[in-house]
């Protein structure tokens, strides 16, 4: 079964242009399911973007047409609010039609404001902050006793951090030596309440994670690069579970946004999805032309 896990069309291993460009449409539709009546977590699912479209089209083993191959790998969005940024990868790496997108938050669609398996591609329901990365460990340690190669990553907010269970799972991962788990912190700094170094300060973060027996990676959450080389090569210590602490900017791609307590969540209106857009299309350009 392990042949399907690599469709056709991704045979190629896509070049970095060809993530980023991924990663600035699925920001064009992040926007655009912000903008229908319900509105969604648009700072942090921005923040998400790059990280989220470098496993999905360039890191794991997994096959849109049968999501549930026992061999594929696992991937976990332990911060559930980063859901719509989840729903645009995975209508874009083609579990679903990407039109499904359009009915984010409407009666009868499985795109709620939290995943839920019922979405193609969504392995276990999330949300409740804290319970990605004991779930982890779960899958890790099944992985394991099936002696499977199939690997576990769970992305985690960092204002998720401040949460016990969070910790207990750690601990438990390092001690039992799990490899085979890389956990992925969206380091963007802001919660729904403000920084979280002002709420509940996670520094020294790198730090902590080694204490617990983890192999830890920093760096560009935004740096398609660097996010394949640190995602694509675990376990980067044999024996050790890894940790990438992705440095990331809420709202990322929207400067009127931008590092903004204000972009955790917001219902976009016409006016301000056109800017939204506009901001996106120069960002995009700019790029282009580094």
Not at 2 to 10: F, K, S, V
Request: aromatic share 4%.
């Amino acid at each position: 079964m392990t042949d399907t896990l690599t469709p056709p069309d991704l045979l190629t291993r896509p070049t970095s242009d060809q993530l980023r460009e991924h990663a600035h449409h699925v920001r064009e539709l992040i926007v655009h399911m912000c903008s229908n009546g319900e509105g969604g977590h648009i700072g942090g699912s921005l923040s998400l973007a790059d990280i989220l479209v470098t496993l999905y089209f360039d890191v794991l083993r997994v096959d849109p047409a049968d999501p549930a191959d026992p061999d594929r790998d696992v991937l976990l969005l332990s911060k559930g609010h980063g859901g719509i940024g989840l729903y645009a990868v995975l209508g874009a790496r083609g579990f679903f039609p990407e039109d499904d997108l359009a009915g984010y938050g409407t009666p009868g669609s499985a795109l709620s404001a939290h995943p839920t398996p019922a979405v193609p591609g969504v392995e276990m329901p999330t949300g409740s902050l804290g319970h990605g990365l004991p779930l982890g460990v779960g899958f890790a340690l099944a992985a394991r006793l099936d002696d499977a190669p199939r690997r576990c990553f769970v992305v985690l907010g960092d204002g998720e951090l401040q949460e016990g269970s969070v910790w207990e799972a750690a601990l438990s991962a390092g001690a039992q030596g799990l490899d085979g788990l890389v956990a992925v912190v969206d380091r963007n700094r802001l919660q729904i309440t403000g920084g979280t170094e002002d709420v509940v300060a996670l520094e020294p973060l790198a730090d902590k994670w080694r204490s617990f027996g983890w192999a830890v990676r920093e760096v560009d959450g935004h740096d398609v690069d660097a996010l394949r080389s640190a995602l694509g090569t675990t376990p980067h210590e044999p024996g050790r579970p890894t940790v990438v602490i992705a440095d990331t900017v809420k709202g990322k791609g929207l400067p009127f946004i931008e590092g903004q307590v204000r972009s955790h969540y917001a219902r976009l209106g016409e006016a301000q999805k056109k800017r939204a857009l506009s901001a996106l299309r120069r960002g995009r350009q700019a790029e282009v032309r580094s």
